[in-house]
């Protein structure tokens, strides 16, 4: 089961930082945190993912709480481009762990 | 190319028959994981191989689900006596060699498999 908890869905307004929430009190020390997202008709893609630290790449930033129970994927600029599932995974760091993929929160970006 | 890629993408086939689906995983990629998901579904896990180590094959719905990997790279998974259930996305992703820093799951496009 997976062990995170999202919201369904949200909307965005196009050009508007999207901010994705995901709750994982159970988190363990050893287990990261993991964003994938799924446009229709495609295999999920990778967007980040962190311990404990704020994270940022080209794609978004991740915010972590400080006592690591939830957190958030920041889009900064949305585009009609993002619209897709988005997936937050807490998963170990160790090798052959495969990911638990839940329900995800369907993100709709719009005009 | 720099992704895992897959094939077919698509592919159609009448209840009773076998189908090969073919993952290509990005070059150096010692793990190499199978899931499906069915329609409106979320991923489900079938089998996880890494380098030559026997595979994990907990995730197998039953005993129709085989796959192997040659030579440590190319992966076929191998459906017999196909079922209408059967129908679904199945997608491979790979990751790094252990220890390497990155074991982050790349994924390919998926097959869409329909058992008519």
């Known amino acids: 089961d997976a062990k995170t908890t999202q919201p369904t869905s949200m909307d965005c307004a196009e050009g508007r930082a999207a901010n994705l929430p995901c709750n994982h009190s159970?988190?363990?020390?050893?287990?990261?945190v993991y964003w994938y997202r799924q446009i229709h008709s495609q295999g999920p893609q990778y967007i980040i993912h962190?311990?404990?630290n704020n994270e940022t790449n080209e794609m978004a930033s991740l915010i972590i709480t400080e006592d690591r129970k939830s957190s958030t994927l920041i889009l900064p600029h949305a585009t009609l481009r993002d619209t897709a599932v988005y997936y937050c995974?807490?998963?170990?760091?160790?090798?052959?762990?495969?990911?638990?993929f839940g329900p995800g929160t369907r993100l709709s970006v719009l005009p | 190319g720099a992704g895992v890629s897959q094939s077919p993408s698509n592919k159609v086939t009448e209840k009773g028959k076998d189908v090969e689906l073919r993952c290509d995983p990005i070059s150096g990629h010692t793990a190499l994981y199978w899931y499906r998901q069915s329609l409106g579904q979320g991923l489900e896990f079938l089998i996880y191989f890494q380098g030559n180590s026997a595979p994990d094959k907990s995730g197998l719905p039953s005993d129709r689900f085989s796959a192997e990997r040659t030579g440590g790279s190319v992966s076929t998974l191998t459906i017999q006596r196909t079922q209408q259930e059967d129908s679904a996305v199945y997608l491979c992703?790979?990751?790094?060699?252990?220890?390497?820093?990155?074991?982050?799951?790349?994924f390919g496009p998926g097959t869409r498999l329909l058992v008519l």
């Open positions: 159970t988190i363990s020390g050893n287990e990261y």
């Open positions: 995974i807490v998963r170990p760091y160790n090798y052959g762990q495969n990911f638990v």
């Open positions: 962190g311990l404990k």
């Open positions: 992703a790979s990751s790094s060699p252990p220890f390497s820093g990155e074991e982050t799951q790349y």
